[in-house]
């Protein structure tokens, strides 16, 4: 009879150890982590790869995604604006924007889906068959193998992509405006100087590092953590990505509140 | 004694796998672990090289207790003991030169040239010459399992962990692989355990066979006191009888 109270109840109970497991967990894998730092020798060789796949390979589909945005916000803009406020107001719209929110949020929550899940794939298909373990019998610590150097590049190379992708999307806004808004370079210029401050730079480049160990510490936690075959490395890379992204909404939510 | 496990417990939550074991295996032995699957046999070799932490009871290599090794000192023991993995666990974004070569990397004062010269001479010992730049995903099940045994065996490891080294495989390839393990006991004077379900790789490769049944060594003996041990389960298992090996009352609990 008590049990449509208990059910909900217990269900709670093992929800809420469930989390509390993994923030353990994640502490472990974190303190491990910075513990493995100690042994270049293992990560060094791993890093300039890991630059390159999370990094070089990561920047068209960056890219890609900050051209449109830079075109959609200048439209935007420009329909929001007209009539009210002058037009070279696009120019502040779009670069604010671009530069405090949508280049690094957006780049973020695309590399949660192309890094992340990759990540999560490659390490969780590693866990299952065994190849972790290997690492381990031959010696290697797998934390200074695999973990760090996808943490650091995560860490050096989202900052650099989310520069690059802020840069393209102003200039794909600042094209559109010539070519669809009947405005002149000048006056888009104008408006893009109008609100610039430079720690609108730094404050994106702060966001995306956090967001890079994110990313790449997310991917890491839960492909090690696979178990099960195909079906859990599925589950990791799905948890990787919902949680990467949920993680970078609440800090981006942090940084605006405590560096602006 | 090199290898020495007393009473050895591991359970997952409420299921106990390992419940006392206990194991001795000599120096230059090749001894076999047989059981059925699932009985716990893989977890086992994994606690010899640290992989498992045991709830209680001790594993002693040459004398030193694995799970209270720190992380040096474990990396140290790791270097004396290769291990066969069932599924061979190559890393397969490298080549099986890269493979073998891998360990030998953390061998302090290996040069590249010299880690070359012994990756061959490994493929060489298990009839891979040639294959070094291949993939993993190029390879059958067979040259897998021999390219992990090249790898295992590529930094001279004092002991030898196979985990169940003939599965999966054809007859002729299986014996192809136990003639490897012997080869390796005589040649390379290595200690070896071997993990199996397969009597008769057992009976080929091993100087002593320990039945691992309900958590614990349920008999241990030569192959010739196992072919004449009247142990019902012990004849079950050797037979293929779930009659004899479950017994008539719970035969019908059991069975694949």
């Known amino acids: 009879m008590l049990d449509f109270v208990i059910r ?44 390159a796949r999370i990094g070089v390979a990561s920047v068209p589909i960056a890219l890609f995604i900050a051209t449109f945005t830079g075109i959609v916000m200048s439209l935007q803009a420009s329909y929001t604006l007209t009539g009210t406020i002058p037009l070279y107001f696009v120019g502040a719209l779009v670069g604010k924007t671009m530069m405090l929110e949508l280049g690094p949020v957006l780049t973020g929550l695309t590399l949660a889906g192309r890094v992340g899940a990759n990540i999560s794939a490659e390490l969780g298909t590693m866990r299952v068959t065994e190849q972790v373990d ?14 760090v150097p996808r943490i650091i590049a995560g860490i050096v190379m989202f900052p ?31 408006g893009l100087r109008l609100l610039f401050e430079p720690w609108d730079v730094w404050f994106a480049v702060i966001k995306s590092i956090s967001f890079g160990a994110i990313v790449t510490g997310v991917g890491c936690f839960y492909g090690l953590q696979t178990e099960r075959g195909a079906e859990g490395v599925g589950r990791s890379a799905t948890q990787t990505v919902v949680i990467a992204s949920m993680i970078i909404l609440c800090l981006d939510a942090f940084w605006a509140a405590t560096l602006l | 004694m090199s290898i020495q496990i007393a009473g050895l417990h591991k359970a997952f939550g409420p299921k106990e796998v390992l419940r006392g074991f206990s194991l001795e295996v000599r120096v230059g032995a090749t001894a076999a672990i047989v059981g059925p699957s699932g009985s716990g046999k893989s977890l086992l070799l994994k606690h010899l090289v640290g992989l498992m932490q045991p709830d209680t009871g001790s594993v002693l290599v040459d004398g030193e207790s694995v799970p209270d090794l720190g992380r040096r000192d474990l990396a140290r023991l790791r270097r004396r003991i290769g291990y066969v993995f069932q599924f061979a666990a190559l890393f397969d974004s490298m080549t099986i ?114 039945l691992l049944h309900e958590g614990k060594a349920r008999f241990t003996g030569t192959p010739a006191e196992v072919r004449a041990a009247r142990d019902d389960v012990l004849r079950g298992f050797v037979e293929g009888d779930p009659g004899l090996y479950y017994g008539p009352h719970r035969g019908g609990d059991h069975g694949p």
């Open chain 1, 8 to 51: 909900p109840l217990a269900s709670a109970g093992r929800g809420t150890v469930g989390a509390l497991g993994s923030v353990g967990r994640a502490w472990i894998l974190f303190a491990g982590t910075a513990g493995a730092l100690r042994h270049p020798s293992i990560w060094g060789p791993q890093l300039v790869p890991q630059l």
């Open chain 1, 134 to 147: 290997a690492l381990e019998t031959l010696a290697y610590d797998p934390l200074a193998y695999l973990v």
């Open chain 1, 160 to 190: 650099i992509v989310v520069l690059l992708a802020m840069t393209v999307g102003i200039f794909s806004g600042w094209f559109t405006a010539l070519q669809l808004l009947d405005m002149s370079s000048p006056e888009f210029i104008k």
């Open chain 2, 97 to 210: 030169a890269e493979n073998v070569g891998m360990g030998l990397k953390r061998v302090p004062g290996w040069s590249a040239g010299r880690i070359r010269g012994r990756v061959d001479e490994c493929l060489g010992l298990v009839d891979l010459g040639g294959m070094g730049e291949r993939y993993p995903s190029q390879l059958s099940g067979g040259q897998k399992k021999r390219a992990g045994l090249a790898r295992a065996i590529a930094a001279s490891p004092k002991y030898l962990l196979y985990d169940e080294p003939t599965t999966g495989l054809d007859p002729v390839t299986t014996s192809v692989i136990d003639q490897l393990i012997l080869r390796m006991r005589d040649e390379l004077g290595v200690t070896g355990l071997v993990v199996t379900h397969d009597m008769t790789s057992a009976f080929r490769v091993a100087d002593r066979i320990t």
